[in-house]
Protein backbone atom coordinates (compact mmCIF):
# COMPACT_ATOMS: atom_id res chain seq x y z
CA UNK A 1 0.00 0.00 0.00
CA UNK A 2 1.38 3.23 -0.65
CA UNK A 3 0.03 6.84 0.46
CA UNK A 4 -0.27 9.66 -2.23
CA UNK A 5 -1.85 13.01 -2.94
CA UNK A 6 -4.61 13.16 -5.28
CA UNK A 7 -3.66 16.22 -7.24
CA UNK A 8 -7.15 16.36 -8.44
CA UNK A 9 -8.84 15.28 -5.46
CA UNK A 10 -11.29 13.35 -5.26
CA UNK A 11 -14.28 12.75 -7.65
CA UNK A 12 -17.82 12.56 -6.08
CA UNK A 13 -20.86 12.14 -8.26
CA UNK A 14 -23.95 14.59 -8.10
CA UNK A 15 -26.13 12.73 -4.88
CA UNK A 16 -23.21 10.72 -3.84
CA UNK A 17 -20.67 10.28 -0.91
CA UNK A 18 -16.74 9.39 -0.48
CA UNK A 19 -16.30 7.50 2.45
CA UNK A 20 -12.51 8.59 4.47
CA UNK A 21 -11.36 5.68 6.85
CA UNK A 22 -8.27 4.43 7.47
CA UNK A 23 -6.36 2.21 4.93
CA UNK A 24 -8.56 3.98 2.39
CA UNK A 25 -9.54 7.97 1.05
CA UNK A 26 -7.96 10.04 4.36
CA UNK A 27 -7.32 13.17 5.38
CA UNK A 28 -3.37 13.86 6.11
CA UNK A 29 -3.41 17.55 7.87
CA UNK A 30 -0.13 19.17 7.41
CA UNK A 31 1.17 22.34 9.54
CA UNK A 32 -0.09 21.98 12.74
CA UNK A 33 1.07 24.53 15.18
CA UNK A 34 0.40 21.69 17.87
CA UNK A 35 -0.46 17.94 18.52
CA UNK A 36 -3.88 16.70 18.30
CA UNK A 37 -5.22 15.36 21.15
CA UNK A 38 -8.03 12.33 21.45
CA UNK A 39 -10.97 13.82 22.22
CA UNK A 40 -10.67 17.58 20.50
CA UNK A 41 -12.41 18.97 17.99
CA UNK A 42 -10.92 19.98 14.81
CA UNK A 43 -12.44 22.50 12.68
CA UNK A 44 -12.22 22.06 8.89
CA UNK A 45 -12.99 23.44 5.63
CA UNK A 46 -13.55 21.47 2.66
CA UNK A 47 -13.59 22.63 -0.87
CA UNK A 48 -15.46 21.44 -3.71
CA UNK A 49 -15.36 22.66 -7.66
CA UNK A 50 -19.06 22.73 -7.99
CA UNK A 51 -20.47 22.86 -4.26
CA UNK A 52 -18.32 25.65 -2.74
CA UNK A 53 -17.10 25.27 0.70
CA UNK A 54 -18.53 23.27 3.56
CA UNK A 55 -17.25 23.61 7.00
CA UNK A 56 -17.07 20.68 9.16
CA UNK A 57 -15.51 19.40 12.54
CA UNK A 58 -13.94 16.36 12.58
CA UNK A 59 -13.44 14.50 16.63
CA UNK A 60 -9.90 13.68 17.15
CA UNK A 61 -10.12 10.02 17.83
CA UNK A 62 -6.79 7.95 19.53
CA UNK A 63 -3.98 6.77 17.87
CA UNK A 64 -5.07 3.24 16.36
CA UNK A 65 -8.78 3.89 17.09
CA UNK A 66 -9.93 3.14 13.00
CA UNK A 67 -9.31 0.21 11.62
CA UNK A 68 -6.91 -2.81 13.25
CA UNK A 69 -4.24 -4.13 11.65
CA UNK A 70 -3.94 -1.47 8.52
CA UNK A 71 -0.20 -1.34 8.09
CA UNK A 72 1.32 2.60 7.65
CA UNK A 73 -1.55 3.99 9.45
CA UNK A 74 0.12 4.24 12.51
CA UNK A 75 2.13 7.34 12.81
CA UNK A 76 2.16 10.16 9.83
CA UNK A 77 4.78 12.18 11.42
CA UNK A 78 7.83 10.71 9.75
CA UNK A 79 6.03 11.43 6.31
Do not use: C, W, Y
Amino acid sequence: MTMRALPDGVSIPAGGSAVLEPGGLHLMLGGLQAPLRAGESVPLTLSFEKAGTVDVVLKVEAKGAGKAGMPGHGDHGSQ
